[in-house]
Structure formats: C-alpha cells, structure tokens
T-cell receptor
Framework: GAVVSQHPSWVICKSGTSVKIECRSL??????MFWYRQFPKQSLMLMAT?????????EQGVEKDKFLINHASLTLSTLTVTSAHPEDSSFYIC???????????FGSGTQLSVL | GQQVMQIPQYQHVQEGEDFTTYCNSS?????IQWYKQRPGGHPVFLIQ?????EVKKQKRLTFQFGEAKKNSSLHITATQTTDVGTYFC?????????FGSGTKLNVKP
C-alpha cells in the first residue's frame, strides 16, 4: 500500500515559537493531502485540505494565519503552527488520498507540546 | 454539520463476544468508509461502502450500509485481543473526509 511519512513524531516547544511538521507521500504522488487534529480520546477533526500548487482550504473555525499549510510538490505538504501556545498542544496527523482517490493513507502523527 | 454520529463511545467485551458500532448521518451519504486506529497508532483504512444496502465482509468483520445511505454499521464476530482499538466511520464530502466520533473497543482476554 501507499506510505505516508510524517516528521517529527513529537516536538516540544516554547510558547511563541513556530513549529513545522512535514508530511510526505513516499511511493505515490498526492495532489491532495489533509491535516487533522486529534485531542486525547477524541475523533479526528479536519483542519484543512492541502492542494498541490494552490492555496489550502481551511475548515470553519481554523485560523489560516495560525496554521500555515504549504503543498509545494506532489509529495510534500507542510503544516506550520505559528506563534504556538499551550492550547495548540495536540496530536496533528496528515493523510493523503491514494492513487485511485478512494481512501486515505495516514502519517504516523506528530504530538506537539507547547510549554 | 459535517460530522457523523457514532455509537457507542466505548465498548468493553470479553474475548469471543461480538461487537457492533453504528454510524448515523442526518443527510444522505455518497459513501462511507471505516478506519481502525490502534492505541498509539494512526488510522488505517478498512473498507468503503458505496451502494444502498451494501454488505461487505472481511473475515470476522461485517460492514453494512443502510438502504437510505444514512447509516452504517461494523460488526465483529467473536472478538480477539487484536481487535482492540478505535473504529471510526468517515463520510466523503466531495473528497473531503469527516470522521465520526469513534468507538473505542477494549477486549478482555
């Protein structure tokens, strides 16, 4: 199956700093990637849809200036949490649509802790 | 909203017992997908249902899509400890995927 790689797996940062998370499709080209946020024991909440070569589309309530998404190539999407605050601490997980655009392949996720 | 409701939230069963999780939508779904997330892991695709009334089986797992395409269920026969995890349904809204609240399954050996 398709493989999606996400880095880093975990990151601890100070409040006010920015953190970049990378999501790569390793063996296929992903024109569309998705960024989700998952709180402990809760569901995956769609934050934004990342489209290669165009601006990301954000879900209602998600600040685009806070969560910057760049999808510069067919295999890489990045999420930058700018000026992170403790309330941004969460599990962020990316996914990509597979070759037939039928199912999602997920990265391993990034646990962000903001002190 | 875009979310689908999923029940129950938690289910604790003895190994060998059956398990069912239900997914309900207020609007008609074009299709429904099911994913499994093991503790500490990431969601893994299980299946997609498209047709009204569709039933698909994967070994001990049976997936159903309602006639009205507003609900779906996942049934596991004779659970095993390897079935432990959270099961999510997900709706596809023009290639944007919204996940249900999930059902966390715990299986006691």
């Amino acid at each position: 199956g398709a493989v999606v790689s996400q880095h880093p797996s975990w990151v601890i940062c100070k409040s006010g700093t920015s953190v970049k998370i990378e999501c790569r499709s390793l063996d296929f080209q992903a024109t569309t990637m998705f960024w989700y946020r998952q709180f402990p024991k809760q569901s995956l909440m769609l934050m934004a849809t990342s489209n290669e070569g165009s601006k990301a589309t954000y879900e209602q309530g998600v600040e685009k200036d806070k969560f910057l998404i760049n999808h510069a190539s067919l295999t890489l999407s990045t999420l930058t949490v700018t000026s992170a605050h403790p309330e941004d601490s969460s599990f962020y997980i990316c996914s990509a649509l597979g070759r037939n655009n039928e199912k999602l392949f997920f990265g391993s996720g990034t646990q962000l802790s903001v002190l | 909203g875009q979310q689908v409701m999923q029940i129950p939230q938690y289910q604790h069963v003895q190994e060998g017992e059956d398990f069912t999780t239900y997914c309900n939508s207020s609007t008609t779904l074009s299709n429904i997908q099911w994913y499994k997330q093991r503790p500490g892991g990431h969601p893994v695709f299980l299946i997609q249902l498209v047709k009204s009334g569709e039933v698909k089986k994967q070994k001990r797992l049976t997936f159903q899509f309602g006639e009205a395409k507003k609900n779906s269920s996942l049934h596991i026969t004779a659970t095993q400890t390897t079935d432990v995890g959270t099961y999510f349904c997900a709706r596809d809204n023009f290639n944007k995927f919204y996940f249900g609240s999930g059902t966390k399954l715990n299986v006691k050996p």
